[in-house]
């Protein structure tokens, strides 16, 4: 029960960390190139929204859920990354809600089957790691 969304996890995040690692030392490009992985997550055939979130949905308690729980950490990671790279105030608040715009694209990329849903939740992540970014220059 652990294994397969583990392995699951594991490859998503390393297209994650190779599509920041691609776009240079701009926390923006970062960002962007982030988002841009997830859209192309969402255009792939066979995207049926994120496996590990949706069998810990069906799962409250157990292995799934603890898979899930180390997943959205590790993707909290990066983000929080990124946004300590761009210096903005509070990191970890950025961090979380930029992976709330993530979660909420490949849900509304599933259920709604939205294809323009990561590149909405780009814009709005960009526009929010910016303007943190520039009212922290401004202090």
């Known amino acids: 029960m652990r294994a397969v969304p583990q392995a699951r996890s594991d490859r998503i995040l390393r297209w ?9 030392d701009d926390p923006v490009e970062q960002l962007a190139a982030a988002f841009d992985a997830l859209q192309r997550w969402h255009g792939e055939p066979t995207f049926r929204g994120c496996a590990i979130l949706n069998a810990a949905t ?4 157990g292995p ?18 990124i946004a300590r790279r761009a210096a903005v105030p509070d990191p970890v608040t950025m961090a979380k809600q930029l992976l709330t715009l993530r979660a909420g694209a490949t849900i509304l990329a599933d259920h709604h089957g ?24 401004a202090s």
């Open 16 to 24: 994650v960390h190779d599509a920041v690692a691609a776009a240079a």
């Open 64 to 81: 799934a859920r603890a898979v899930a729980r180390q997943h959205l950490d590790r993707q909290l990671d990066v983000l929080t990354g």
């Open 114 to 137: 939205d294809p323009d849903a990561a590149s909405l939740a780009k814009d709005a992540a960009l526009t929010l790691l910016r303007t943190a970014r520039s009212r922290s220059l």
């Open 58 to 61: 069906q799962h409250h308690d």
